[in-house]
């Protein structure tokens, strides 16, 4: 239960970041918080040859309305996200799902930005961040490119950031504070990973849903939306019976994964049922 | 190929330590085994169990999830800051009128957990104390008496206060 031996660097600013990772293929990884990092070191299931420890670098961990967006930054850790005042306003999604979120000790050094580069299938965040059409900030050398949500989780622990970019910032456009939302999770105790968790958020035009995003924690081997379901909801009248519509729709695409925690049957009804609960608190606001 | 070691400078329960570590010391061996402060405890060392909870610049954390070399000009709090033996914290005082400990393997991070959550707020809820002691495993207790000394340390607290 000890990590192997590995080089530390800790730079100064985000320019010797971008240095350490430039050369690198692989063996070097970034140490934000260590939430999720240093576990799998202890337990050996990774052996980065040097770490470039980000935690020193000014100015990552602002969080602030920057026009029509919100802007967390990456090394924001999750505590102060769930308790900042502009979030609260602008992305009352993110402060619900933080509920589900580890403990304290662990929000309190853990990061946002460690947390979607982990990529986890089981954390709630990717699944929040695809529900508010987030986009994620990456840099390198190189310069500077923004990925949609949508775009970034690729599979287990795997997301579109090459080995030489860092991500610096989520922008979540404002007009996700408007739009109804919920969100929903099974977890086998307070503060574990999601066995499922469900994103909702859609806007209301002329009495219609508008716009839905259904996103899910548990229910693939990454974050996803459902496409299929988020059809079923769009342009119809908000009411239970179109919810579980919608929500047996999202069952039926789901493609959960099996652990000794759960099976995939069990998964793909928790899909039906947290869609259905998630979709009716949306509805009543 | 030789890691070079890293000297760390830290502030423990306001004693200054500066000691050269290798990198990938975690900071619940660096506590234990440099310092020689054994309040501290180790279990499952990866972040699942809470008892090398400890405050690191004012908030807890968990120990066996940071190297020594990143508290490097950090201040860090540790249950030997709390009380001694003859003059009991206010909020060990009440774990032991509570029975709040049986084997006293989790007592240290459910200490610093609640210095945390009483130095923040002298008036938590019932379901703030329930959230503070629930992310440490307890294998003793059934956690009612832990949260009836809570709530006790934390009444105590606000009494003084006044």
């Given amino acids: 239960m000890k990590p192997p031996p590995f080089e530390y660097v800790r730079p100064v600013d985000l320019d010797g970041v971008l240095g350490a990772l430039a050369q690198n293929s692989g063996e070097t990884k970034i140490l934000a918080g260590g939430q999720s990092l240093v576990p799998m070191m202890n337990l050996r299931l990774v052996a980065p040859k040097r770490l470039v ?16 967006r919100l802007l967390i930054g990456a ?15 602008y992305a009352p999604l993110v402060v619900a799902a ?51 949500a949508e775009r970034f989780f690729l599979g287990t622990f795997e997301t579109a950031a090459r080995a030489a970019e860092v991500l610096t910032a989520i922008h979540i456009p404002l007009a996700a504070g408007s739009r109804r939302w919920g969100f929903e999770e099974t977890s086998q105790r ?92 949306a509805a009543r606001g | 190929m030789p890691i070079a070691s890293e000297s760390v400078r830290v502030t ?47 908030r807890t954390a968990r120990s066996c999830l940071a190297f020594a070399v990143q508290a490097d000009g950090c201040q860090i709090r540790t ?29 240290p991070a459910m200490l610093m957990a609640a210095v945390e959550l009483i130095e923040a707020n002298p008036n938590p809820s019932r379901e703030e104390i329930l959230e503070t002691v629930g992310g440490i495993l307890c294998r003793c207790t059934g956690y009612q008496t832990i949260v009836e000394a809570v709530e006790l340390a934390a009444r105590r607290t606000r009494e003084r206060a006044q």
């Fill in chain 1, 98 to 148: 933080y509920r589900h979120v580890a403990h304290r000790p662990i929000r309190n050094r853990g990061t946002i930005g460690g947390n979607l580069a982990h990529a986890d299938p089981a954390s709630e965040l990717p699944a929040v961040m695809l529900a508010l059409d987030a986009e994620f900030v990456l840099r390198s050398l190189a310069g500077e490119r923004q990925v949609a």
């Fill in chain 1, 75 to 89: 090394l924001a850790r999750h505590t102060d996200v769930l308790t900042s005042p502009v979030v609260r306003e």
């Fill in chain 2, 12 to 58: 423990v329960n306001g004693t200054m330590y500066e000691r050269n570590v290798e990198p990938r010391l975690l900071l619940s061996d660096f506590l234990r085994h440099e310092l020689g402060l054994t309040g501290t405890h180790v279990g499952c060392e990866h972040g699942v169990c809470g008892m090398c909870t400890i405050l690191l610049d004012g």
């Fill in chain 1, 53 to 68: 420890d980000i935690n020193r670098v000014p100015g990552l961990d602002r969080i602030a309305r920057d026009g029509d």
């Fill in chain 2, 79 to 107: 249950v030997e800051g709390l009380g001694t033996a003859d003059a009991l914290h206010a909020i060990q005082e009440a774990f032991w009128e509570m029975h709040g400990l049986q084997c006293g393997y989790c007592t």
């Fill in chain 1, 190 to 281: 307070q503060g574990d990973f999601a066995l499922v968790a469900v994103a909702v958020t859609f806007a209301v035009d002329g009495g219609r849903c508008a716009n839905p995003r259904l996103a899910y924690a548990g229910a693939a081997d990454r974050a996803v939306r459902i496409a299929a379901a988020e059809a079923a909801l769009e342009g119809q009248s908000p009411d239970q019976t179109l919810f579980e519509q919608v929500a047996a729709k999202a069952a039926e695409a789901a493609d959960p994964p099996e652990d000794l925690h759960a099976d995939a049957a069990y998964r793909r009804d928790l899909v039906r049922a947290l869609t259905r609960r998630a979709l009716s608190a």
